[in-house]
């Protein structure tokens, strides 16, 4: 059944000298204030950096690197007892998983229980600049919980820790929230970066309590590095735990293009920028692996192991589905590792893939699901170009009279395959821009950045239809049983939130 949508239209502040674009007549809808005209304003423009390449260091993984020369050593967490703030993730009906990078060797103990309920303790040992990851299992489906470390260096006694709360996966019929946001890029300070700004962005989203946190990619910009190796990679991953610790909820990552974990930058040895990227990520940050919560990516990589690169789940009344364009195109998606942004002119996007097995996987997740919501969440429709719907007539996302020619026995495009099982809202990040559209009763959510200090538009005019406001903050979903509400919660230096636009599905 078709979903129902509901028109409320609210006016533009008198201050806003040029009108919105046409709105798209599919779901309720609310307007707060509009800057500038955005055709009127420069669009950013890309600024070379230095190209980053490959420098590997004989013998020097990040945890073997002498004392005093080791990145990791500085703490970027408030708790000089950590090298990086806490981070949860991997959440299910019974367990969640906490990332801890201990400062020296220590005994950590962790006491948790339901918020109303007898609390237990469990330890375990920690070694000096090692992430560890510690589970706590066994719990109650669909239950509140506290947990609070305590780290014991020797000779010390214990303290009481911070208190952190999550929830375990929502049972159908539940209403919950979860946040997302876009390009982080903090290595692009002043330009669409701001530290400030960003910890106040997260800060806020905290306050949501959300059930969980999503980066839509771009949030570990390898290639910005001069040198690129072990050490420099994994620092990337430290630093962004300092601000993402701010949520206080389990974050789920997207591949980015940015991020330079691709099928294209493998050359077969483990010195290499996709591997120590992947596994960066994968050490620091508690992604999902496929079991009996969580289906994904079953394949073994070489010098990685499982990529945790796509995956899906189901919570509450909707199924989540992350996908992932980078790690399985042997041709380079977007920019090119050490190379000219120019380098990607003239490639041939048929050449660009999900792969084979994603696309079943992707497909048999979506078709076979009855959740009542569906989301979809990518770096970028096709993993380049700019634009929304624009691009989804493109290749094998949407060029169906093209699709048995160069993907024989794929009999729909990925665009098609969203439609016709039903997606409510796609999201993509990659512009810098909130838009949102619809093609073929699928809403497609770009997503702005999280922390520019510009409140700049960027790719605006890529977007030929919609509903378009610039940067910058974060997007706020909240899932009911009676519709699923979506709220562009824009943040400004110095300055309270404001509910920018919104707009429900039912």
Request: net charge negative; proline share 7%.
């Amino acid at each position: 059944m078709r979903k129902l949508f509901v028109i409320i239209l609210t006016t533009l502040l008198a201050a806003c000298s040029t009108p919105q674009p046409e709105p798209t007549q599919m779901v309720s809808e609310q307007v707060t204030a509009q800057p500038a005209s955005p055709t009127e304003q420069a669009q950013a423009t890309a600024t070379k950096k230095p190209k980053g390449q490959n420098t590997p260091q004989a013998g020097t993984s990040p945890e073997k690197q002498p004392q005093g020369k080791n990145p990791l050593v500085a703490p970027t967490s408030a708790n000089p007892s950590f090298v990086a703030t806490e981070i949860s993730g991997q959440p299910t009906d019974t367990s969640i998983t906490i990332n801890i990078v201990p400062a020296a060797d220590m005994q950590i103990i962790i006491t948790y229980g339901p918020e109303n309920g007898d609390a237990q303790t469990i330890s375990a040992a920690g070694k000096a600049n090692m992430p560890q990851e510690i589970q706590l299992s066994g719990l109650t489906p669909d239950t509140e919980y506290f947990y609070e470390i305590v780290p014991v260096p020797a000779g010390d006694t214990v303290n009481g820790g911070e208190k952190h709360t999550f929830h375990t996966a929502r049972a159908p019929g539940s209403t919950f929230t979860f946040d997302i946001q876009g390009d982080s890029h903090p290595e692009r300070v002043g330009r669409q970066f701001d530290a400030t700004l960003y910890s106040q962005v997260l800060t806020a989203a905290a306050a949501d309590q959300p059930d969980f946190f999503i980066c839509i990619g771009d949030d570990f910009s390898v290639d910005s590095l001069k040198d690129v190796n072990p050490a420099s990679v994994t620092q990337l991953y430290i630093n962004q735990r300092q601000w993402l610790g701010l949520v206080d909820a389990p974050v789920f990552l997207v591949n980015g293009n940015h991020e330079q974990a691709s099928q294209a930058n493998l050359d077969g040895t483990p010195d290499n920028v996709a591997v120590w990227a992947q596994n960066a990520r994968n050490s620091y940050y508690p992604q999902p692996a496929p079991g009996s919560f969580y289906s994904g990516n079953t394949e073994q990589v070489e010098h990685i192991g499982l990529l945790r690169d796509y995956y899906a789940f189901t919570w509450g009344d909707a199924l989540f589905v992350v996908i992932d364009p980078y790690w399985h195109s042997p041709q380079t998606v977007d920019n090119t590792f050490g190379a000219d942004r120019d380098d990607k002119k003239g490639r041939d996007l048929w050449n660009v893939t999900l792969g084979e097995t994603q696309y079943r996987w992707f497909r048999q997740t979506l078709e076979t699901s009855t959740a009542k919501y569906k989301f979809v969440f990518i770096h970028h429709v096709l993993g380049t170009g700019r634009g929304g719907i624009e691009l989804a007539d493109g290749f094998e996302w949407g060029d169906s009279a093209h699709l048995a020619e160069h993907r024989p026995g794929w009999d729909k495009t990925i665009q098609q395959v969203m439609a016709d099982s039903g997606v409510t809202i796609f999201f993509q990040g990659h512009d810098h821009i909130f838009a949102r559209q619809e093609l073929d009763g699928v809403i497609y959510q770009s997503l702005p950045n999280p922390a520019n200090p510009n409140s700049s538009w960027e790719n605006e005019t890529a977007y030929k239809t919609g509903d378009k406001l610039p940067n910058t903050g974060r997007v706020r979903v909240t899932v009911a049983p009676e519709g699923v509400t979506v709220e562009y919660i824009r943040s400004y230096l110095g300055q309270p939130d404001e509910i920018a636009f919104s707009y429900t599905v039912r």
